[in-house]
Nanobody, 118 residues
Framework: VQLQASGGGLVQAGGSLRLSCATS????????MGWYRQAPGKQRELVAR???????TYIDSVKGRFTISRDNAKNTLYLQMNSLKPVDTAVYYC?????????????WGQGTEVTVSS
């Protein structure tokens, strides 16, 4: 299982970033997939999930600002993040995500760091 997130960086509040997660060793097209994040001193949380039929769900704090998408041909997951806020600062990870929000795989990869300055 390989889950390689990329695209993070330092951005000012109000800016945008697009995260990508290249996967291998998993049956990507038949799995619900999710973006998780872990802010300093906090537990990792599921931010957005996309089902096999491309139904997307989000936590309230990112609704209307983040968009999750998937490319099954490339086994890649995306997260478009707009109107970023300092509270979005975290390390972002992808994983297969169950309907209850739990991650499927124990291997998380390195994640990609997002820092939003005020």
């Amino acid at each position: 299982v390989q889950l390689q997130a990329s695209g993070g960086g330092l951005v000012q509040a109000g800016g945008s970033l697009r995260l990508s997660c290249a996967t291998s060793g998993i049956a990507f097209s038949v799995l619900g997939m999710g973006w998780y994040r872990q802010a300093p001193g906090k537990q990792r949380e599921l931010v957005a999930r996309i089902s096999v039929d491309r139904t997307a769900t989000y936590i309230d704090s990112v609704k209307g600002r983040f968009t999750i998408s998937r490319d099954n041909a490339k086994n890649t997951l995306y997260l478009q993040m707009n109107s970023l806020k300092p509270v979005d600062t975290a390390v972002y990870y992808c994983n297969a995500a169950r309907r209850d929000g739990g991650a499927v795989f124990g291997s998380w990869g390195q994640g990609t760091e997002v820092t939003v300055s005020s």
